[in-house]
């Protein structure tokens, strides 16, 4: 199993931009494919980016791509969540969590170990 604790959220006005990190604990970090989600209030949680292990894979929400960007370093135990281009629309708690079943990038079912979540708040 992994831990798993997000940072770098806050307040950004429309345009901007922000980095998001998750810095994982525990073994093995680099054979977990990962994941970003988002939630708001009343929502489902969303996926927003996935990468593989090895992070030559990455999948994106039809809404963010273009303008978001997952990478990995193993090296350091962290992936990371580039967001360009901010719109309102991407304000919502931000989660990541490692895909422990084989289904798809984006089936929030397949993934555990979720952390505690990062706010991002884009202002208009």
């Known amino acids: 199993q992994v831990q798993l604790v997000e940072s770098g959220g806050g307040l950004v006005q429309a345009g901007g931009s922000l980095r998001l990190s998750c810095a994982a604990s525990?073994?093995?970090?680099?054979?977990?494919?990962m994941g970003w989600f988002r939630q708001v209030p009343g929502k489902e949680r969303e996926f927003v980016a996935g990468?593989?292990?090895?992070?030559?894979?990455?999948y994106y929400a039809d809404s963010v791509k273009g303008r978001f960007t997952i990478s990995r370093d193993n090296a350091k135990n962290t992936v990371y969540l580039q967001m360009n281009s901010l719109k309102p629309e991407d304000t919502a708690v931000y989660y990541c969590?490692?895909?422990?079943?084989?289904?798809?990038?984006?089936?929030?079912?397949?993934?555990?170990?979720w952390g505690q979540g990062t706010q991002v708040t884009v202002s208009s």
């Open positions: 525990g073994r093995s970090f680099s054979s977990y494919g």
């Open positions: 990468i593989s292990g090895g992070g030559i894979s990455t």
């Open positions: 969590a490692a895909r422990v079943l084989p289904r798809p990038a984006y089936d929030r079912a397949a993934y555990d170990n």
